[in-house]
């Protein structure tokens, strides 16, 4: 709290609204009218590591663990959706927030979005766990997965040769 309020301090203690103009953040929104101490901005260097590392593969995902070892069900569930959709794992990253303090912070100020996991494709925030979920029940994930061309490609079987009888 202290990092924030000294960071904070220069700016007046009132309701301010908040754009990507007055904050010097190129993927914020109008996000309404907060409290100057609700405001926390995220250093150039955290948003240069975020802007990477979402640009480091098609499917990139923020999470609490690893896809192998998840540490929370929000994010194991994400994990399995994205494997029952057929992400190709060549075309997959993911990004354990809990090793980074800052990215951990950072990534739902990079988003506006309060919760992680958090999903992008081709660059593109598309959410969290409820939001995935809703999506791959509806049958929108599986359509938007593969108009991204981020699935695994099929497979053929192939037939065990028959040995030649002589």
């Not at 309701?15 to 250093?43: D, H, M, V, W, Y």
């Not at 690893?66 to 399995?80: D, I, L, Y």
């Not at 992680?116 to 766990?129: A, D, H, R, S, T």
Request: with cysteine; hydrophobic share 40%.
């Amino acid at each position: 709290m202290a990092f924030l309020l000294s960071r904070m301090a220069p700016m007046a203690m009132r309701a301010t609204r908040i754009t990507s103009k007055n904050i010097g953040f190129s993927r914020a929104g109008p996000l309404g009218l907060l409290n100057a101490a609700q405001i926390r901005l995220i250093t150039t260097e955290t948003k240069e590591a975020i802007d990477k590392a979402v640009s480091s593969a098609p499917v990139v995902l923020f999470m609490k663990g690893t896809p192998e070892n998840p540490q929370c069900g929000f994010s194991r569930a994400t994990v399995q959706v994205l494997g029952l959709q057929g992400v190709d794992p060549n075309k997959f990253a993911a990004f354990n927030v809990l090793e980074d303090e800052e990215l951990r912070s950072g990534i739902k100020e990079y988003s506006n979005w309060p919760t992680i996991p958090q999903l992008y494709v081709n660059k593109e925030f598309i959410g969290g766990c409820d939001i995935l979920l809703s999506m791959h029940q509806s049958g929108e994930l599986a359509e938007l997965l593969e108009n991204e061309n981020v699935l695994a490609p099929e497979t053929e079987e192939v037939a065990e040769p028959t040995p030649k009888q002589s």
